[in-house]
Structures are given as structure tokens and as C-alpha cells.
């Protein structure tokens, strides 16, 4: 997972210019680093100059000092050029390390709006938003940016600023000469522009053949048991072969048209050379220019050759760099679905749960719920049963506040859960889910989250009073044991149980049980059923239930189908009125 | 002891370094190649050089009388009758002709290097290992990451490629362009030659000191951002936890306290990264100016030309300084690719250890009687996972294997397709040692169906045909109505064309597992074994898969494991296996009336019935 990264922000658009209000969005970025921005511009501007004057006066010396043959000023000279160097390359310690440490705050401060904003969006989102979107938003959308930042404004003003001062010092030394460095200008930048989109296309093509490279190359991998259970090895490696084959092509054409490409630049300049020479050397035999000019053009003529291609490629960079900020900037103007009301309050939680004509739907248009009332009195363990898709687990959804009902009202200790703070529902509340799902952690981590606040031997009570500390203690570390994707394997009813202490911990007046449906080994089994009756005591308890042991002992089963209640009462009441419930409850039996 | 360990290691490096070399070796002719283009270049480069510098002599001298003349190579000059001009445009259009020249075998270059490495080399390495991957037994994959693995066909085979371009080619060209530099520059004059030679082993040493204090720097900042978006990934696939228990704040404090570390981290390489680039930029601006320096005097002394002397030294530095600077990547370059070729050659050179034998006996069409015969298994020596299993298989019996998580049970069903091999024992198909007949033929007879099925992003109809891939519509139809799947297929829009996406996420538990019967089954093997379809999924949709399976069995032998007693009463034998051991077996109504394991399932599985 850590190495194998494909990308995945080649379909998604690119702008093709560049939008002022978003450019003016990152710099509003920089403002807490203001001082290392504007000093930042000045050491800019300055190396803009630095660079040329450099250049000028390896041009100075050797027309000057050392085609007049005077010893004393070449040392002299050199001296001076020598100190020039070292001031320059002085400032650029500052340039470099300042305009990457703004980079790298802005995407620090980014990354911390990011993590903030999905800390407060709500659930809804997290269903309908695919993890690796998120991630890519924090990785390639933010490197991306982070460049832009870094290097394109700096960088351009770098070169626009070299080229701005060559073309006034060479219109200064002769401008016809100047003239003939002009027309060919416009000839550069055409080549690049056409060559620069070629290359982006061949550079798709690379990357889209290289993803079904690799898609291929994982399916193989994590679908090996079927492959070889179905004697495909022979077949699957010819079509691998294609693919490869197919990607090695596409190389090829970005091979070829970076060879026309790149090159042709530096062609360019070497041809301009060339009449450089010819031209200027009529001039000097007719006697109409001085040679040390022709010199001086020989080596400024680079300034203004060489910014073009590099301005050209920025200007690439910045079109991505702005592609990823707008995707950036679209995920943190997302606005969770809903706040708490400021009139919310803090309330001590005794456990009554009242739905009252709740109605709701995940999409518009399908409802889920319909009319759903019923009244659970602390204490009691409510069964839910019916089958996938009949509306089950979104009960247990809108009494943990993950969803808002769409009309109705859901009452905790007969007051509206609107008007109560999230948080104070939730720290009441105890929840383990199918999933079981545990964190890259120790055991001991895991129980911890909880509750806050707690010791480590509230923990490991916890355990106790589920009677499983010993099963925790069996584990290769104990407590200590990490767990999570990275930790050992657990079987599945050992995860189970960590989720139950660590809901134990936590002490609920409400708690929601959605049973795993897988099934579990037997003798774990009983461990199972044990603590879990002492988890449903004395707590208003929801149980999504699989396990028939558990809905016959419940207070009250709602039988769901549909979105609605179709039947209610405990297992006797239920079997007596021969409805659907009786049904079930004989199919269970039929299959056992 | 360390000593020791050492001397394996760098045995080892040497061992990879030659078999790397003989890998080259055989792509000898694109390697020849390019090392004759790369002189060739040089040749260009220098005489594109040279006729500049002349150019600029020529002019001084026609400009200033007491310029010294031009000197001509090899004791030509040009024509005496020649006007200015002519010989002007002389030298010019040579230039061109170079510097054209120096292009087009530029091109010839790259694409020569694309054709023979990426079209070459990368291909036939990454179908070589892919191919060796797909053949290597289960055992292999039980020890190796999949991550690990996808990354030895991508990108481990391009860092393989490095050794050829970015390692020999690169060290060849380097050191013919640097003696043909050095020689040139020698006999220009030796001494400016030293003078502005004297830097270079400094920005050499400069380079290699960086990019050595760099790197676990890069390596501790990629590893921070990593944890990073781990953590990020695991926020959110834990969110119904952390909201659950309203610990927002403090897991958002955890994450912000990483993004934290990973700033001051990149702060830390910020301030050594911007003293680098200034220092090897300082040093090659002194090699400049002792040129200029020493050079100058020589030039105003009269014993150097301007042109052809000068300014031709200080383009001659300047290219031999790039090439000192590309040096320092060699080094990176042998690291980086003798790590990958390691984990390449790892995969090549594993023994494939199921295959067929030399003169496999072939069968057609098994009867699907199957014998098990003392048959012991471990997967780490001394780790017994079975232990004398004995048992006979009749043709069309339906068996069924009940055991616990870690009993074995799987392990006993995949030795029949030959995903493993029994340590001790022979497992034997019709009378016939499975060892001894043809691979293929073997695993032609059985059909699997997995735990959980693994489905390829193709349409249903290619995952149904994908052990039969020239299967007929009728044939595939036909395997999906036996498995109870036709319907639910019908009553997708593009029906058996439609695409399944991610492995299958967007389709229910049972509709894998139906899907998976169908491919099992379109082959009509006589043997149909079960690996405990039904764990991961509720009563409700076992139901669905039992309907399909009903129709699945009819006519083959079928062996199905579960720990579910639901699933297994209507078996004509059930086998209870525990710790590795066949404990108990019988019927469903023999085994409950002993007493044992079966029966305690059993009734852990129901309690309570009796209440009613």
C-alpha cells in the first residue's frame, strides 16, 4: 500500500488558463508569512540582475583587460568578479531556503485545514466521499501547489527579469543586432507550444497504459488462487505481455518526440550563433561594429533563448499547480451538512429514547424510514430485525446524531435531540459495528478511545467486568499486543471483544450493537454471548441482531420491512400473532 | 562476527553486480550502439566548438592586423584566394552543419536507448517475472507482501534498466568524454588545463558529501508523510468509532501533531539543500575565474588564441563540469538498482515447487474418487497443521468437513487442487498419486469456490468464463442458471456484458459467491470443492448461496467445509476435524447422538430451542 501509489489525477481536467481570483485565494496563503515573502520578491529581483551581471562581465573582462593585454587590470578585474560571484551565490542560500520554507508553511498550514474540515464533517460525507479522492486532495493536489508556490512566480520573475535586462543591454550595444535575436523569438516559442502539447499527450498515454499495467499486475497478485486454481498462468501471462508491450510503444513516442523536441531549442540557439557570427562579422569587416559587442552578444544572447523554454514549462506547472488548488480549495468549501443549534445543551442522559413519526432518506427520493415511532424506556434492549435493506441500521444511525431525520422527531429523555450537543449524546453512547473495526495500535490504545480521561486500569476493569481480560491477557503481548492493519491477526471474535471492552470503558446509558454476521468459532461463541449479556444490562440497548439467543430475550422486537415497522411486541407476543416475524423466526429454525 | 557479515553482504553485491553485467551483455548490440553515437557526439561537440572559437579568431584577426592568425587543425587553412566573406560563410555554415549533425544524433540516440531498454530489456524482464509469478506455488505468496510483489514487476524492473543506461553506458561515455577532454584540453596548454582543473575533485567531493547527508533525510521526511497519510486513511475508515465516542478532538490532535513532525523535519533539510546548490555554484564560478585569470594573461601575453583558446577552455569546463556532476548519480544509480535486481533475480531464480512432472500421467475425465493417505501437512517445520489424515472419497458423495478457526480445514480441501503438497502422505486421484499426473489436467477436474471469491474487473461473462475463456454465451448462461445467478444477472442493464468494478465491491456477498459457483462449475468438473462459501455472509444470504449450490452439486463429488451445522446436516458423511485431527465422522443424526464436538457445536448453534 505504502509503495504502490498509481496516479491518479491524470483524467481529471486541466485548466487551460489561469483564474485571478484563485491565484489571489493562494497568496491571501502567504500573509501570515509576510516577511519571508516580500523578502523573498527583493532577493528575487535581485538575482535577476546578479545572474546577467555575471555573465556581462566575463564579457567585460575579455574584451577589456585581457584584449589590451594589461596584467594588472585582469587581476584586478577578476577579483571583482570573483566577489560579485560569491554575494550572488550568498543571497541565493536565502532565495532557495526562503521560498521553500513558504512552501512548505502554506502546505502545513493546508494540511491542518484539511484535517480540521474532515473532523467536522459530518457522516453523510464520509459514505458518499471514496477515501482515495481525500487523500489525493492532501497528497498530489498539495504537492502540486506547493511547487506552484515554491518555484513558478519566483522562478518566472527570475527569468523574465534576466531576459527584461539582456534585451536592454544588447539594444543598448547595437539594436539591429538586437533585431535579428527578436525574429527569432517568436520562432522559439511557436516550436515550443506545439512540441509542449504533443509531449503532454504522449505523457497521458504513458500514464494511462502504465495504470493497466498495473492493474493488471495487482489482480494477478491478489487473485492468484483463482488464476492457478483455473490453470490461467499461460493466458494471463500473454495478455501481461500485450499490456507491457503496448506501454514500452507509448514510451517510445514520448521518447521520440523528446528527442525531436528538446534538442531543437538548443539547435536553435546554436543556429542563432551562426549568424550571429556571420552577420556581425560583415559588420566588423565593413568596420560598422566593434567585436567586443559581438562578443558581449555571443554570451547574451543566452538570457534571452534559454528563459523562454523555462517560463514555458512554469507556466505548465502553475496550470497544475492551479488545477490542484481549485480541487483543494472545492474540498474545504464543502459546509458539513448540519451544525448544532447554539441553543443546544448539555444534559445529564438517563437513557429514554422516543422516535416520533421520523421519516428519512439518504438519497432524495428513496426514503429509507417512513412514519418510524416507537418508545424505548431506559434499560430495555430493543431487537431489530428484517432483512438487508429494510431500514435497520440507519434506526441506529439518527440515535447516534450521524444523520438528521428528515421530518419527525427523535426525543432522548424527552427532550429533541436537536436541542441536545452532539457530544454530549455521543460520550453517553457505547457502539460497536459489523466491522469491529480496530486502530494501528496496542489493545490497550484501542479500549482507551473509549472514553477520555481514562487509566489504564479503568481498561483493564473494564475487561474484568466483561470477564475477558484473560482472553486480552492470551494474546502474544497481552494488552500491549498492536493490533490493526500493520498488528497481528485477530479472529474475529477476538476483535470483537477488544470493541466490547472498549464500549464497556465507556460506560453508556445508549448502546448500539450491530452484530457481525459472519460467523464466529463456536467456543468463542460463548465468550461472546456471556459478555455481551453484560453489556445490554441495565442500558437502553439497539441491537441489530443476527443471533436468535439475543432477540428472544429482547424488551422489544420491532420487525422492519421497507423502511417501516411491520410488527412489534417481545419473541411470545410476536410468535402468537402468526405475522411475519412467526415466519422468520420458523425459516431460522428450518435452517438449523 | 560483524566482519563477517559484511564480507557475505558485499559477496553478495558482487554476485548480483556480475549477473547484472551478463544481463547487460546480452543487449550488447543497443549497448554498442550507444557508446559509438555518445563519440561521435563528442567528436561534434568539440569540432562545433572548435570552428566557433576560429570563427572569432578569424574576424580579430581581419579586425585588428596584430591579432595572432587563426590556427587551422591537422595544418590546413583555408584557400588564399578566398574573399572574407567566402570564408566567412565558410565557417558559419560548417557551425551548422555540426551542430545539425549533433542534433539528428541526438535523436538516433534516445530513440536507439528507448528501442533497446524500454522496448527491450523492460518488456522481456517484466513478462519474465510476471510469468514466473504466476506459476510460483501458494507457499510463496504466504510469505511475500502483495504490495512487495506489484512493485517488483513496475518499478523494481525500470531501477534493473538503470543498471544498463544509467550505470555501464553512463560510466563508458563519461570516462571516453573525459579523457577525450582532458586530452584536447592538454594540448591546448597543460598548465591552464591544471589551473582550471583544480576545483573539479572539490565540486566532486562537495556532491557526494550532500547527496550522502541528504538522503536518510529524504528517506525520514517520505517516511513521516507516509505515517501521515496513514493515519489520514485510517481517520477516516475509523470515523464511526471516533464519532461514536466523540473523540474528534483528540485523534485530530494526534494528526496535527504528525503534520507538525513533518514540517520541522522538511525545515531541517531546507536549510542544508539551500547552502548546497550555492557552494557547488561558487566552485564552479572559481574554476571560471582562475580561467579568466590565467587564461587572460596567457591571451594578453599572446601564446592563446582568444577564440579558439579562451573561449573554447571555458565551454570545454563548463561541459566537463556536467559530466563530474552526472558522476555523482552513478553511484545512486548502482545502489538503487542492485537493491531492485535482488528482490528481480529473487523471483526468477524461486523454484517453482508444484509443477508437473516430467512424464505426467494425463487423464481426461476423472471419475472424483479421492483418497487421502496418511497424509501430514505443516506450513513451518515443526508446526503440524494436519496430522494422518485418512480418508476415501466415493464419486458423486457430498462430504462435509466441520472444524474451528485453525483446525486445518482449509488447508485439508487445497491440497486436493495441489495448492500445496503434503509434507508426509499422498493424496490420490482415481486410484493415481496426485504428484504424478499433469498439473493442469488436475486442476481441470476441480472447481473452487473460496471463502471469499476474488472477481477480476471484467464483465460477468469473462469472470464466469475464466477458466474456460473460448466458453460459448449458451455455456456461460447455462453455468449461471445452475448457480441460482441468472436472474439477478438479467436485471442488470447490460446484463452479462456488464463490467464488475473494484473486485466485485459493488455487488452483495451472495452474488460473489454465486458468481463464483458459475465460474467453478462452467467446466463441469467432476469435483466440486467448498471452502466455507458462506462464513462471511448472514442467514438470510446463506439461504441464497445453499440454493445455487442444491443445483451445483448434482452429479460431482463435493466437499464443502463449514462451521456452520446448518449448512452441513444434508451431507452424506461429515468428517469433524480438530487440531489437525479427524476426531469424529458419520451423519448428521449418527454424530448427534455421540457425544462430542459436533454435538457441543450443535448445540451452542441452537440454544435455547427448547425454550420455546
Known amino acids: ?592 | 562476527m560483524l566482519m563477517k557479515k559484511n564480507d557475505a553482504e558485499s559477496g553478495e553485491r558482487q554476485r548480483i553486480t556480475i549477473r547484472l553485467i551478463k544481463l547487460s551483455w546480452k543487449y550488447k548490440a543497443g549497448c554498442f550502439k550507444t557508446i559509438f553515437i555518445q563519440i561521435l557526439l563528442l567528436v561534434t561537440a568539440l569540432s562545433g566548438l572548435k570552428f566557433t572559437g576560429l570563427g572569432i579568431d578569424f574576424i580579430r584577426k581581419n579586425y585588428d592586423p596584430k591579432a595572432p592568425e587563426p590556427v587551422w587543425p591537422f595544418g590546413l587553412s583555408l584557400p588564399q584566394n578566398w574573399s572574407f566573406l567566402e570564408s566567412l560563410l565558410f565557417i558559419t555554415g560548417l557551425a551548422i552543419a555540426f551542430s545539425l549533425i549533433q542534433y539528428l544524433l541526438n535523436y538516433y540516440d534516445k530513440m536507439n536507448r528507448a528501442r533497446f531498454l524500454q522496448k527491450g530489456l523492460v518488456v522481456d524482464l517484466r513478462s519474465a517475472v510476471f510469468s514466473k509469478l504466476q506459476r510460483l506455488s501458494f507457499r510463496f505468496y504466504d510469505s511475500n507482501e502483495s504490495a512487495a510483489l506489484i512493485n517488483r514487476v513496475t518499478s523494481d524492473v525500470q531501477s534493473v534498466r538503470l543498471f544498463v543506461d544509467g550505470v555501464i553506458i553512463q560510466a563508458v561515455s563519461i570516462i571516453i568524454s573525459l579523457s577525450v577532454y582532458l586530452t584536447y584540453m592538454i594540448s591546448m596548454n597543460i598548465r591552464l588545463s591544471l589551473a582550471g582543473l583544480s576545483t573539479l575533485p572539490l565540486i566532486f567531493f562537495t556532491s557526494y558529501y550532500f547527496s550522502k547527508r541528504l538522503k536518510p533525510e529524504y528517506q525520514e521526511g517520505r517516511k513521516l508523510m507516509d505515517e501521515l497519510i496513514m493515519k489520514v486513511i485510517e481517520f477516516i475508515n475509523g470515523i464511526h468509532v471516533i464519532k461514536g465516542f466523540a473523540r474528534e478532538d483528540y485523534e485530530l490532535k494526534k494528526l496535527k501533531n504528525v503534520n507538525e513532525a513533518v514540517k520541522k523535519q522538511k525545515y531541517n533539510i531546507f536549510f542544508l539543500t539551500s547552502i548546497f546548490g550555492p557552494i557547488v555554484g561558487s566552485l564552479s564560478q572559481l574554476n571560471i575565474a582562475i580561467i579568466l585569470l590565467y587564461g587572460g594573461y596567457l591571451v594578453a601575453k599572446g601564446s592563446l588564441p582568444l577564440g579558439s583558446g579562451l573561449i573554447v577552455f571555458i565551454g570545454l569546463m563548463h561541459r566537463l563540469s556536467e559530466q563530474i556532476n552526472a558522476s555523482v548519480g552513478i553511484i545512486d544509480n548502482i545502489q538503487q538498482s542492485i537493491v531492485a535486481a535482488n528482490r528481480v533475480f529473487e523471483i526468477i531464480d524461486s523454484d517453482e515447487t508444484i509443477k508437473s512432472p516430467k512424464k505426467p500421467i494425463r487423464i481426461n475425465r476423472a471419475k472424483g474418487c479421492i483418497t487421502f493417505r496418511n497424509v501430514y501437512f505443516e506450513y513451518n517445520p515443526g508446526e503440524k497443521i494436519l496430522e494422518d489424515i485418512s480418508f476415501e472419497i466415493k464419486h458423486g458423495q457430498f462430504v462435509g468437513i466441520l472444524g474451528s478457526v485453525g483446525s486445518g480445514k482449509s488447508t485439508l480441501l487445497s491440497l486436493i487442487p495441489r495448492f500445496y503438497d503434503p509434507s508426509m502422505g499422498a493424496v490420490l486421484l482415481d486410484g493415481y498419486d496426485l504428484r504424478s499426473l499433469s498439473l493442469e489436467d488436475l486442476r481441470r477436474q476441480v472447481g473452487v469456490v473460496f471463502q471469499e471469491s476474488f472477481l477480476f474487473s471484467k464483465t460477468i461473462a469473462d469472470n464466469i468464463a475464466f477458466g474456460k475463456p473460448d466458453a460459448t454465451i449458451e455455456e456461460i448462461q447455462k453455468a449461471a442458471k445452475l448457480a441460482a445467478v441468472d436472474n439477478f444477472i438479467s436485471q442488470l442493464p447490460d446484463k452479462y456484458d456488464t463490467i464488475i468494478k473494484e473486485s466485485g465491491s459493488d455487488l452483495s456477498g451472495g452474488q460473489r459467491q454465486r458468481l463464483a459457483l458459475a465460474r467453478a462449475i462452467i467446466l463441469d468438473p467432476p469435483i466440486l470443492l467448498l471452502d466455507d462459501p458462506t462464513a462471511a455472509v448472514d442467514s438470510q444470504t446463506e439461504k441464497e448461496i445453499f440454493t445455487g449450490i442444491e443445483g451445483a452439486m448434482r452429479g460431482r463429488t463435493t466437499i464443502l467445509v463449514s462451521n456452520r451445522i446448518s449448512s452441513l446436516k444434508n451431507a452424506d458423511i461429515i468428517y469433524v476435524l480438530q487440531k489437525g485431527r479427524i476426531t469424529q465422522h458419520g451423519t448428521h443424526s449418527e454424530l448427534l447422538k455421540q457425544k462430542g464436538f459436533y454435538r457441543k457445536t450443535a448445540e451452542i448453534q441452537e440454544t435455547g430451542i427448547e425454550d420455546i
Not at chain 1, 457522516?123 to 466521499?129: E, G, P, R, V
Not at chain 1, 556571420?278 to 568596420?287: E, F, M, S, T, Y
Not at chain 1, 438487508?388 to 447516534?400: D, E, H, P, Q, V
Not at chain 1, 479500549?447 to 481514562?454: A, D, F, H, P, Q
Request: aromatic content about 10%.
Open chain 1, 1 to 592: 500500500m505504502k509503495h504502490f501509489r498509481v496516479k491518479n489525477n491524470f483524467n481529471e481536467d486541466i485548466p487551460s488558463e489561469i483564474s485571478l481570483k484563485l491565484f489571489w485565494r493562494i497568496f491571501k496563503y502567504t500573509a501570515p508569512y509576510a516577511r519571508k515573502r516580500n523578502i523573498l520578491f527583493i532577493l528575487v529581483i535581485l538575482r535577476s540582475i546578479q545572474l546577467l551581471v555575471i555573465t556581462w562581465m566575463i564579457g567585460k573582462i575579455i574584451n577589456g583587460p585581457i584584449s589590451s593585454g594589461n596584467f594588472r587590470d585582469i587581476l584586478l578585474s577578476v577579483i571583482g568578479f570573483f566577489a560579485f560571484v560569491i554575494f550572488t551565490q550568498f543571497c541565493f542560500i536565502f532565495r532557495s531556503k526562503l521560498a521553500m520554507e513558504l512552501g512548505e508553511s502554506v502546505i502545513f498550514d493546508l494540511r491542518k485545514e484539511v484535517l480540521e474540515h474532515l473532523a467536522e464533517m459530518r457522516m453523510s460525507y464520509f459514505t458518499k466521499t471514496k477515501v482515495g479522492r481525500i487523500i489525493s486532495r492532501f497528497t498530489s493536489d498539495a504537492e502540486a501547489l506547493r511547487s506552484g508556490i515554491q518555484n513558478v512566480v519566483f522562478v518566472s520573475l527570475v527569468q523574465f527579469g534576466g531576459m527584461l535586462v539582456a534585451s536592454i543591454l544588447m539594444c543598448y550595444y547595437d539594436w539591429q543586432l538586437f533585431m535579428c535575436v527578436l525574429a527569432l523569438g517568436p520562432v522559439v516559442l511557436l516550436l515550443d507550444r506545439y512540441f509542449r502539447k504533443r509531449l503532454m499527450k504522449a505523457y497521458r498515454d504513458v500514464q494511462e497504459s502504465f495504470s493497466r499495467v498495473t492493474s493488471n499486475v495487482v489482480e494477478s497478485i491478489r487473485g492468484i488462487k483463482v488464476v492457478q486454481g483455473f490453470s490461467r498462468e499461460k493466458l494471463n501471462s500473454k495478455q501481461f505481455s500485450k499490456l507491457v508491450d503496448t506501454h514500452a510503444d507509448y514510451n517510445i513516442k514520448v521518447a521520440e518526440n523528446e528527442s525531436v523536441f528538446l534538442p531543437l531549442l538548443e539547435l536553435n540557439s546554436q543556429v542563432f550563433i551562426a549568424i550571429l557570427l556571420l552577420i556581425a562579422g560583415i559588420r566588423v569587416h565593413n568596420g560598422t561594429l566593434e567585436l567586443s559587442t559581438l562578443i558581449q552578444f555571443f554570451f547574451l544572447s543566452n538570457f534571452f533563448f534559454s528563459p523562454i523554454n523555462v517560463i514555458a514549462g512554469q507556466f505548465n506547472m502553475a496550470l497544475t499547480a492551479i488545477a490542484g488548488a481549485e480541487r483543494l480549495f472545492n474540498f474545504l468549501d464543502e459546509k458539513p451538512d448540519w451544525v448544532d443549534r447554539p441553543t443546544a445543551t448539555y444534559i445529564e442522559i438517563k437513557g429514554k429514547v422516543e422516535f416520533k413519526k421520523v421519516n428519512f432518506s439518504y438519497k432524495k427520493g428513496t426514503p429509507i424510514l417512513k412514519d418510524i415511532s416507537f418508545s424505548a424506556e431506559p434499560g430495555m434492549t430493543i431487537a431489530l430485525v428484517g432483512h438487508t435493506g429494510s431500514g435497520k441500521s440507519t434506526i441506529t444511525n439518527l440515535i447516534a446524531k450521524f444523520y438528521l431525520p428528515d421530518s419527525g422527531e427523535i426525543l432522548i429523555d424527552g427532550k429533541n435531540i436537536l436541542d441536545i450537543q452532539t457530544s454530549c449524546i455521543r460520550k453517553k453512547m457505547g457502539i460497536v459495528l459489523q466491522s469491529n473495526f480496530l486502530f494501528n495500535g496496542s489493545v490497550m490504545e484501542n479500549i482507551l478511545l473509549g472514553k477520555e480521561n481514562s487509566s489504564e486500569n479503568d481498561a483493564i476493569e473494564a475487561a474484568e467486568k466483561l470477564e475477558c481480560r484473560d482472553i486480552i491477557e492470551a494474546l502474544p503481548e497481552g494488552f500491549n499486543t498492536i493490533v490493526g492493519e500493520n498488528g497481528v491477526g485477530l479472529s474475529l471474535g477476538q476483535r470483537q471483544i477488544i470493541c466490547f471492552c472498549r464500549a464497556m470503558l465507556a460506560n453508556p446509558k445508549i448502546f448500539i450493537l450491530d452484530e457481525a454476521t459472519s460467523s464466529v468459532d463456536s467456543i468463542t461463541e460463548e465468550k461472546i454471548q456471556n459478555a455481551l449479556s453484560k453489556l445490554l444490562k441495565d442500558r437502553t440497548s439497539f441491537v441489530i441482531a443476527h443471533r436468535l439467543s439475543i432477540v428472544r430475550k429482547a424488551d422489544l422486537i420491532l420487525m422492519m420491512e421497507n423502511g417501516e415497522i411491520v410488527e412489534r411486541g417481545n419473541h411470545h407476543q410476536l410468535l402468537k400473532q402468526r405475522g411475519k416475524y412467526a415466519k422468520l423466526y420458523r425459516e431460522f429454525q428450518l435452517a438449523k
